[in-house]
C-alpha cells in the first residue's frame, strides 16, 4: 500500500496497514537542518508565499516517514505583520475597521490567474506515492485577522454589513481556488480556519451557525476531494456544526485543552482523527518523551482505524530535529496493523 492509498483509506476510517503520519506544514528552517541543506523556494509573488520544493518536500517526507507532500494557497489578509523569527509569521490587529476602510483597502489576487497555479503543478505532476494536501482557509480567520478581533465581534452587533463584505470576498476567493485545485489533482483539501481559544469556541454556537457556517458552505461546494478541517482550541460546542459541513479528517484536537482519546471514542466512527504530538514536546521535550507520546498516541488512538499522527497544530522552525526524528521512528516501530 502507497502514501497515498494509506491517507485516502485513512480519511474513509477503512483498513490499512499502516497508522499514517501527515503534516501539512514543516517549518523551512527545521525542513533544512533535518536535510542537512538549503533548499531552495518556491514563490508564489500574488499570495507573498514561499513553499519548499517538490523534490525537498518529498526528500523530507521520505526521511520522517510522512505521507504527504504539502502546497498552500492562502489569500492575503490586511493586517499589521510583526516579523517573527525564522519562518514564522504573526498577524497584529486588522486594518479593515470600516466599511470606507473595505472599499480603499481590500482587493485580492485575481482567482483565475493562471500563474498563481504554476508553482503547485510539480507537486501533483511528481508526487509519486505521496498524497498532495493542498492547504487553505474558507474565509473566516482571513476576516476574523483583517478586521481585527474586538472589532469583529462588536460588528457582530454593530457593523454586520462590514463582516457580510469581507467574509464575502474571501469566501467567493476560495470558492474560485477550490475548484481550481481540485480540477488539477490535488488529492486532499485541508482548511485552516481557526474557531476557538483554549476555553472554548471564539462566539456561541447560535452566532457561529449565522455568521460562519452559511459563507463557508458557499465554498464547500467546491472541494470534491476529501476535506480535513484544522482548528485550535476547544471545540465540544461548535463539533456537531463542523461535522455537518461534511468534513472527512479533523486536526489536531489540541493537546492544550482536549483530550483526543475520549474525542476518538466520541466521535472517531463519524470523522478520522488527525493528532496530536504536543508542539511543546517536539521544540523542548527529548527525544525519549517525543518517541513515547506518539508511540501512546498511536498505541490509544489506531485501533478501529480512522487515525493519522499529526503535530498538535503545526511543526515550527524552533523544533528540534532530533525530535522530529524520535517522532518518525516511533511511527515506523508502532505504526503497523
Not at 32 to 40: A, G, I, V
Not at 138 to 156: A, H, K, P, R, V
Not at 261 to 269: I, L, N, P, T, V
Not at 325 to 331: F, I, K, S
Request: proline share 6%; hydrophobic share 40%; aromatic share 8%.
Amino acid at each position: 500500500m502507497i502514501s497515498r492509498e494509506r491517507v485516502l483509506l485513512a480519511l474513509d476510517r477503512k483498513a490499512i496497514d499502516r497508522v499514517p503520519y501527515v503534516e501539512t506544514t514543516i517549518g523551512i528552517g527545521v525542513g533544512e537542518k533535518l536535510l542537512n541543506r538549503k533548499t531552495p523556494l518556491v514563490s508564489i509573488p500574488q499570495l507573498g508565499l514561499n513553499l519548499r520544493n517538490v523534490e525537498d518536500e518529498k526528500a523530507l517526507s521520505r526521511l520522517l516517514h510522512r505521507n504527504n507532500i504539502s502546497v498552500r494557497l492562502l489569500a492575503p489578509t490586511f493586517s499589521e505583520k510583526p516579523k517573527g523569527s525564522g519562518s514564522q509569521s504573526f498577524a497584529g490587529d486588522g486594518l479593515i475597521k470600516s466599511m470606507d476602510d473595505f472599499h480603499k483597502r481590500f482587493s485580492l489576487p485575481d482567482p483565475e490567474d493562471p500563474s498563481i497555479y504554476e508553482p503547485i503543478k510539480p507537486f501533483i505532476e511528481r508526487k509519486e506515492e505521496f498524497a498532495v494536501i493542498c492547504s487553505t482557509r474558507l474565509g473566516f480567520l482571513s476576516t476574523l485577522l483583517s478586521i481585527g478581533f474586538q472589532t469583529y465581534m462588536e460588528s457582530i452587533y454593530l457593523n454586520p454589513e462590514l463582516i457580510d463584505a469581507v467574509m464575502s470576498g474571501y469566501v467567493d476567493w476560495s470558492a474560485r481556488v477550490l475548484r481550481r485545485v481540485c480540477d488539477m489533482g490535488v488529492d486532499v483539501v485541508a482548511t485552516t480556519d481557526d474557531f476557538a481559544f483554549r476555553t472554548g469556541p471564539f462566539m456561541s454556537p447560535d452566532t457561529f451557525r449565522k455568521w460562519v457556517v452559511p459563507y463557508h458552505l458557499r465554498a464547500i461546494r467546491e472541494i470534491r476531494v476529501p476535506w480535513i478541517l484544522h482548528t485550535d482550541g476547544k471545540i465540544h460546542p461548535i463539533v456537531e456544526g463542523l461535522l455537518k459541513m461534511g468534513i472527512r479528517g479533523i486536526h489536531p484536537i489540541d493537546p492544550n485543552c482536549m483530550d483526543i482519546r475520549a474525542f476518538k471514542k466520541e466521535y472517531g466512527k463519524r470523522v478520522c482523527i488527525l493528532g496530536n504530538v504536543n508542539v511543546n514536546t517536539l521544540s523542548m521535550g527529548t527525544f525519549e518523551e517525543t518517541y513515547g507520546e506518539v508511540r501512546d498516541l498511536i498505541r490509544d488512538l489506531a485501533p478501529g482505524y480512522g487515525y493519522m499522527v499529526s503535530s498538535g497544530n503545526s511543526v515550527p522552525d524552533y523544533a528540534k530535529p532530533e525530535n522530529m526524528l524520535a517522532l518518525a521512528r516511533a511511527v515506523e516501530d508502532f505504526g503497523k496493523y
